[in-house]
């Protein structure tokens, strides 16, 4: 008996060109296809003449799945998880799957290739030696300016994924809370037939999309240019001020606790920041 796999396989992201010839066979050769929309699947499935059964592993019903998954890699099976496009687990489900499956001692195989983010990064221009993925921002403005207002001092770049229906209001709290000149670069369409790739400061982008209501359409990855270091460095300064006092009222883990909420910074940045400044 072969040894039972769980392949991770990334599929395209529009241009079924971009299927790989190495995804193609672990999907033609597996014993079941577990994806995220079978419907969904089936055209990728049909068009590359691929006749292996599916079942669905979605958001809904991941966790009820890993019991039938593992009992059929238990029983010498191989087995390949698809999203509805690009690479499985980001910004997609699969984490609770692929964990418990290398918890039960089975091999997890990566099959690489389409990923949104990185088909936008390399073609943005902007920083890509150092960036951080955000996926969606919440749905609600209030707790999106919030996390926004986290992320303003990031002095890496940032990657989110957005939809059509928010992609509006999105840029409108990036410009409220990023400001107005901060470079941002909205992908929409990657691969697809109306692909676009536009970046200005979020105020000239954001007011070019509203005169082009075809713009506002699709599946975005939006990257923004991360802070300058001059303004992370004040920041700094400043919350080491705020530390200081708070060190004079409070133990350090409260003091680093509350640093966080006023200044944004991380608590452990800010809890070995105060345990320097102790031994000092």
Known sequence: MSEAVLYVVATPIGNLADMTARAIEVL?????IAAEDTRHSARLMAHF???TPMISVHDHNE???IERIIERLSAGESIALISDAGTPLISDP???????VREAQFRVVPVPGCSALVTALCAAGLPSDRFVFEGFLPAKSLARRQRLDALAREERTLIFYESTHRILASLEDMQACFGSERMVVAAR??????ETIKGAPVSELLEWMRQDANQQKGEFVVLVQGAP????????????RVLD??????PIKQA?????????LKKNFLYQAALARRDA
């Open 28 to 32: 033609q050769t597996v014993s079941l």
């Open 49 to 51: 003449n691929i006749k």
């Open 63 to 65: 966790r009820q799945r």
């Open 94 to 100: 699969g984490f609770v799957l692929v964990r418990a």
């Open 189 to 194: 369409e990657l691969t697809k037939t109306f």
């Open 229 to 240: 270091a001059a303004a992370a460095d004040d920041v700094n300064v400043e919350a080491m």
């Open 245 to 250: 006092v708070l060190l004079e009222e409070l």
């Open 256 to 264: 680093a606790a509350l640093a966080a909420k006023l200044t944004g």
